[in-house]
Structure formats: structure tokens, C-alpha cells
């Protein structure tokens, strides 16, 4: 008769034939329902040890609370006969309630489950392969895309017994499990999206974080440092955007500064996933909006996801009561839920449990619809009120009797910005390649000929594109006001991709969206401007050169191969750009490219580089000087 451990193994063999089948095509070829159906035995086999491991510990308890009235009442031993009739009349049931409640309150030695190491709960379980059942269920996501047939149960089968495994997974597998798991949105098809989310937010996100360093109370390393990636995969793979906003508030609920993941997601992913980003961090951090802008952005429309309702089994109208206390003890979770941890219970529920196990119990936030601007704290007796931290503290929550406190400063990177502000670029390069195509087919070539021309970008993009750039205008006016102690090198990357931006947009379509960003050009960016020529002017002049210093070549032709007469002659129409709004004149021009005197033939500058570069003639001033009149 085989034993459990190898009854364990064979069905980890099974898994890794069906494995073996469905990746080599080899007949018969499982369908996904066959090997959900596999997976059914480790599901309930795992939850009857976390059971069996719960029915034992109250069994331990009881045995201590046996010699009640010696504990209790000491008495003479051997016992005379005078006193029998004493210990007789003690009444049992007091006798034992009070020494529960004594047993309770008293410290103790051996403690709860609770004050036991990790090493130390994973020496109570029977000794199974669970890390072998590990590494086959992650190589059994590979297969989900490649079936053809019950691709919904097993993605489902297999994300409910990696939960029923989370409480005998050490902390190293643990902490790398939710980017794993998230992952699968690259793979995975459309209908298995939510699935992912609601089991990375509901159970791998809150166990890898609170199952193995909830004594300490922090984040483990890798959850920490991956926390930016698993968002730029959700944002990359799912569109939806209350996917989105369920993982961010189930990171921003256990994992401080996740502004920071968020700019990391907009400084360094793709084009697709800058606006989710964006879109979610002026909703939860309202206050980077600077006073007086108005969006036009069609963006981020909240739509709360689902609250988890009460899981506990003896709970009373469980679908109208959501839940408000999580619980991660694996055999409370069983004995009350029947389900693997962690167990979501309502307020009723929690104050029947707490007594006992409320080292257990952690709060739960529900959805957060808006976060205000101001200051939510109902004694707040500044005169300016305007909010500087969002504290997502369940705690902190009830004491300003609000959702959330509002939200506050922002440490800003000078590389978000140049990122934002670089979107614009896309379409200004697209109206530019078209322009060349029509001068080369001896078409009308003015920018205003290309205003009604359909790009092969959808309109719902372009508009993201370019009002992208309206988010980096208002990072730059809010967090990135420039003062005598601003880093030079940093200043000067920012100045730069300002004086790239107007290059970009000064074609923009003369449409709504070209409307609104035009707008930001009076409103805030000259502005700005002025104030870095006030504070530092040396930065200004340094940007303006022909030939900047090298951190200060950001952006437009910089970022492209090119010869050294392409880029005067892009430095030039870059700066040209500028005189409309009065940041620099052409006087200024022409004794920054012309220090012997403006000749619009041929400066100086475009002589000396015609020396080493090759021909170049007042032709391309001209072309200049007709490109602006165009």
C-alpha cells in the first residue's frame, strides 16, 4: 500500500505527462478539463492537512485546560478527607471558563501560531513535494494558450490550487509568486484577465506580503522592486481600466511610495501603457494638478470593482455584507470558510472572531471612487489645506471618518517629464514625413494642407499622444519649479525637452486637442521659463547654443543619427519656434548662431560646418525661413 507522500508524487508525474502530451502533441492530448479535473485532488488534499493541522491545535488546547481544578484551586495532595467534599463542590463549568480566560490573557512560552516562524508552521505539515507541485502548476501555464478546450477551468483550477498551496510555500517562492502569476496576462486569453487580477489583488499580492513578514512589517525585497513591472503589465495587456485600479489600490494598501512604481511605469514603458499611468496618478495624487488647469483629457472614467462580500460560511446574508477584515491564518480560513487563505469576513463576523485570533485580522479597504485635494483630517487647522500625503491606512481612514486621506508631495524625476513631453514628437515626425512626401510629389506642402490628412494612428490614440504632453506641463509647473539650488544638469535636460516640445507641437492640427495645447504655452510654460531665466540664466544660454553641452541634447534630433548640418539646422528651427511667445527674439538668434551679425545667406555656423561636412548654402536657410512662413 502506497503511501500518502507517494500517492503525492504520482499525481505530480500525471500533471507533468499531461505536460509532456499537450506540449508535443502526443495522442491522446489532454483537454484542459482533464487536468482541472487532476488538479481537484491536490486543491482538496492540501485544505483537509490545513484542516487536520487546525482540528489537532484545538485538541492540544483542550488537553492543557484537563487538570482545571488543580490549577486553579491548590489543594493538599494526597487529599483528606475534610477537604474532599471542598474540591466536590466546585462548580466545573465556572471552573473552566475561568481558567480559559486565565490560559489566554497569561503569556506564554509556546504562543500561537502566530509567534511561530515560518520554518517553524512548515515543520507541522506532512512532508510532501509542495515545491515540486509548485513548479509544475508554473509549468502548467504554458499550456492554457495552447489548448484548444477548457482553456477557462484550467486557468481557473490551476489559480485556486496555487492558493491552496500559498500556506506551505516558503518565503523566497512566495515573493516571487504574484510577478509570476501576473505574467500569465501575456499569454493568457482576453476571458482569463479577471481571473488573474482578482486572485493577484485577493490572495497572492496579500499572502506573499503578509504570510511571511507580517511580524515584521515590511515588504519582501522582490514583491518591493517588482511592484513597478507587475503594473506596466497590466497596463500593457489589459485595457480595462478597473483591472488597473484594483491592483494599484491592493499595492497602494500594503506597499508605501507607489508614486514611484507608477513614474517608473511612465518614464521607462511603452507608448500603451503612459496613459493608464498617468491617468490613474493625477487621480489618486489630484493635488499635482496645478491651480487653474483645465483637462480635456479623455481619460480615466472610475468604475469601482467589485467589493469581496463575506466568505465565512455561518455568516447571515453574506451577498449583502462586503467584507471589512481579512484573515490569513490558513486553518481559520478552512474551519470557518472552507476555503485556503486568506478569508474575507464582514464587521459582524470579525467582532465574533476577534477575541481569539484577532492578531489574524487585517483591515480591508473597499474601492476609492475620489480622493480629494484638500485636507480630510476633520481638526486640520491650517490655513492652506491643500492635502500633501495620501495615507491609505485602514486606521488612519477611520479616524477622519473619510475613505482615504488625501494625498500629497510627489518627489519628481526630470526623466517623466522629458518622457511625456517626448509623445508629442510621435505625431509632429508623422505631419513631417508626409510634408517631404507631398514636396516630393509637387503637392501643396504647408503644414495647414496636412491639418485634414487621417495618420494611420486611430483618433483616440492621437489624442492620448498628444495631450500626453499636458501631463508633463503640469509635472514640470508643479514639481519642478527651478530655484538657485536646482541641479544644473537636471535643469537643463528639462529646459531642453521644453524647447523641443514647442518644436513639436508648433504644427500641431488645428483641431480641439491642438487648441488645448497651445493654450498650455502661454498659460504655464512661459511662465516657467521666464522663472529659469531669472534664477538661472547661465542654463538658459547654455540650452539655446548651437552645440549644448552633452546632458543637455535631449530629445528630437538628438535621439537620431544625423549630420552635424542636420542638427544646426534643427537647432535653428527649434529656437525659431520660440519668438512667437516671447521667450527669445530673433536679435537674440542671431547673435547666438551669427555672432558676427544676422546674414540670412549664410551665418557663420553653417559656413564653418559646410567646411568639414559638406555643401551647405543659403538654400537651407531658406528652406528654414519657408518652412516657418508655410
Known sequence: MSTKAEQFASKIRYLQEYHN??????????????????????????????????????????????????????????????????????????????????????????????????????????????????????????????????????????????TCLLPFLSDDILSTLPYTMISTLATFPPFLHKDVIEYLSTSFLPMAILGSTR????????????????????????????????????????????????????????????????????????????????????????????????????????????????????????????????????EECSQRIAGDHAEWLVDVLLPQAEISAICQKKNCSSHVRRAVVTCFSAGCCGRHGTGLSATASVAMSTTTVASLLKEAEIHAEQREFELNRRRQMGLSASHHSLDNIEFDNKEDDQHDQRLLSQFGIWFLVSLCTPNENTPTESLARLVSMVFQWFHSTAYMMDDEVGSLVEKLKPQFVTKWLKTVCEVRFDVMVMCLLPKPVEFARVGGYWDKSCSTVTQLKEGLNRILCLIPYNVISQAAVGVLYCPSGWSPSVPRCLTTSSKSSGKCSGTSISLIRSHHSA
Open 21 to 162: 502530451r499537450v506540449q508535443h502533441n502526443i495522442y491522446p492530448v489532454p483537454s484542459g478539463t482533464d487536468i482541472a479535473n487532476t488538479l481537484k485532488y491536490f486543491s482538496q488534499t492540501l485544505l483537509s492537512i490545513l484542516s487536520r493541522t487546525g482540528r489537532k491545535e484545538n485538541q492540544e488546547a483542550s488537553n492543557l485546560a484537563v487538570p482545571m481544578t488543580m490549577c486553579l484551586f491548590p489543594v493538599p495532595f494526597p487529599l483528606t478527607p475534610s477537604l474532599r467534599p471542598q474540591v466536590s463542590s466546585i462548580n466545573p463549568t465556572v471552573t473552566r471558563s475561568l481558567l480559559y480566560s486565565v490560559l489566554r490573557d497569561a503569556p506564554s512560552d509556546r504562543g500561537g501560531q502566530g509567534q511561530q516562524s515560518r520554518d517553524a508552521q512548515l515543520s507541522e505539515y506532512p512532508s510532501l513535494d509542495y515545491q515540486g507541485l509548485y513548479v509544475t502548476l508554473v509549468t502548467l501555464l504554458d499550456l492554457v494558450p495552447l489548448l484548444q478546450h477548457g482553456q477557462h477551468d484550467l486557468g481557473q483550477s490551476i489559480f485556486y490550487t496555487t
Open 215 to 346: 511580524k515584521e512589517g515590511g515588504v519582501p525585497a522582490y514583491v518591493n522592486l517588482s511592484a513597478s513591472s507587475m503594473l506596466m503589465i497590466a497596463m500593457q495587456y489589459t485595457s480595462n481600466p478597473v483591472y488597473h485600479c484594483q491592483l494599484l489600490e491592493c499595492l497602494m494598501k500594503h506597499k508605501q511610495e507607489v508614486w514611484k512604481d507608477l513614474l517608473y511605469v511612465i518614464s521607462y514603458g511603452p507608448s500603451q501603457v503612459k496613459p493608464p499611468a498617468v491617468q490613474m496618478l493625477f487621480h489618486y495624487w489630484p493635488n499635482l494638478k496645478p491651480p487653474g488647469a483645465i483637462s480635456e483629457y479623455r481619460g480615466l472614467q472610475y468604475t469601482a470593482w467589485n467589493p469581496i462580500h463575506c466568505q465565512h460560511i455561518e455568516c447571515h446574508n453574506a451577498i449583502n455584507k462586503p467584507a471589512v477584515k481579512m484573515c490569513i491564518d490558513p486553518t481559520l480560513s478552512v474551519a470557518l470558510g472552507d476555503k485556503p487563505p486568506p478569508l474575507y469576513i464582514c
